[in-house]
């Protein structure tokens, strides 16, 4: 039981540590995605300097606790020559049961070799590896502002591909950003993915946060609820589509409740469900500024690690920590972020019933 999910179980009724760790790793990227919600109104370049280095790592890791999901992010995470050293840091002290590195798919040696090492290193924990593709080559390209990225993100996948076959505790898959430029394309994206033989998952995340371009939030919702229509077909219609991991099928059934209440959360003006961010789940910057979630403004920090020497519990039980999770309590925010929902679903007992059904149902 030492890496496996189901050790969590108690936190369904007991929300006193977080399960779920987000880093965002660095701010710079070899991409200019006008999506993007963490460094497109903000500095693009990032600096290698200004982020937490492994030692300082090793100083907050302990408090966290034995972790279900470690999700990096930033940024091009693969950009960090020390990514493989800290991911094993935190394997070493939390023992994650799942560890996400999402990437851009642009620097594929670099890609495979570290993805390479950190299955090596961590054999316990699933790797999932999550690549980028928003749409045919000309829309993808453009997205990403990148010439090439399309081919780039392809080879590189093929490439993972291999590890695949080698590993069992590899997951590769796909993320594709539902947009305005991208919405009339679904399908073709989705069809591509499916004629990937070590490509197993495709999630397609809906547009959120502060972007360089709103254009691109005017999605329709009947379009998105259409693709998740038809993911939740293709999934059930495809036994073998499932996660590979231990309590895979369970992940898959709340995969199909989870975009079903997203796209009722995009019609909707407030929160209508529980919400345990800064209670289950914290999400660190490179710089070591704190939040319970992906909001990133002043109102939801907490504070950060290194000005409070590195104790997590002291920014957590201030006075501004428990301003921000009142606030949260009492659903003074809304949003439509995938990762949360997990949470937000896996450990709400009132989700059980609508849970069990879609499992039996795959």
């Given at each position: ?20 760790f987000?880093?965002f ?45 470690l ?9 960090r ?7 094993k ?12 590195l999402?990437?851009?798919?642009l ?6 070799s ?8 961590c ?9 980028s ?23 590189t ?6 590890l ?14 539902f ?31 502060e ?6 939030k ?14 939740e ?41 529980p ?7 914290l ?7 704190l939040y ?63 849970l ?7």
């Amino acid at each position: 039981m030492t890496f496996s999910p189901f050790r969590h179980l108690g936190s369904a009724v007991w929300k006193k540590r977080p399960i779920q760790f987000t880093f965002f790793l660095t701010r710079r990227c070899n991409a200019r995605c006008p999506f993007c919600f963490y460094i497109s109104k903000q500095d693009r370049e990032g600096t290698a300097a200004a982020e937490l280095s492994p030692e300082e790592i090793e100083k907050f890791a302990p408090q966290l606790g034995k972790l279900l999901w470690l999700a990096f992010s930033g940024g091009e995470i693969f950009l960090r020559s020390d990514l493989v050293d800290i991911t094993k840091l935190f394997y070493r002290i939390n023992q994650p049961a799942i560890i996400l590195l999402p990437s851009n798919g642009l620097l594929q040696e670099t890609i495979v070799s570290s993805v390479r090492s950190i299955l090596q290193g961590c054999p316990e924990s699933s790797i999932v590896v999550k690549l980028s593709l928003d749409g045919p080559e000309s829309i993808h390209d453009e997205l990403r502002g990148v010439p090439g990225a399309y081919r780039k993100t392809l080879a590189t996948c093929e490439a993972l591909g291999e590890l695949v076959e080698r590993y069992g505790n590899f997951e590769l898959g796909i993320n594709t950003v539902f947009c305005r430029a991208n919405e009339d394309n679904m399908d073709e994206v989705i069809d591509l993915v499916q004629t990937m033989p070590w490509v197993k998952t495709h999630t397609v995340s809906l547009i959120r946060g502060e972007v360089l371009r709103d254009d691109l939030k005017q999605v329709d919702p009947v379009k998105y609820e259409k693709v998740i229509g038809r993911l939740e077909s293709d999934l059930k219609k495809r036994s073998a589509a499932i996660y590979r991991f231990r309590g895979g099928k369970l992940k898959a059934a709340q995969d199909i409740l989870q975009r079903r209440l997203i796209a009722a959360a995009a019609r909707q003006t407030e929160r209508t469900t529980p919400c345990y961010a800064g209670r289950l789940n914290l999400v660190l910057t490179e710089t070591g500024d704190l939040y319970p979630c992906e909001d990133f403004s002043a109102r939801m920090r907490f504070g950060n690690v290194r000005k409070s020497g590195y104790d997590l519990q002291r920014l957590l039980q201030s006075d501004k920590g428990r301003e921000v999770l009142d606030f949260i309590d009492n659903k003074g925010c809304h949003c439509t972020h995938e990762c949360y929902f997990m949470t937000n679903i896996l450990f709400n007992p009132r989700r059980y019933p609508a849970l069990l059904k879609e499992y039996l149902q795959l």
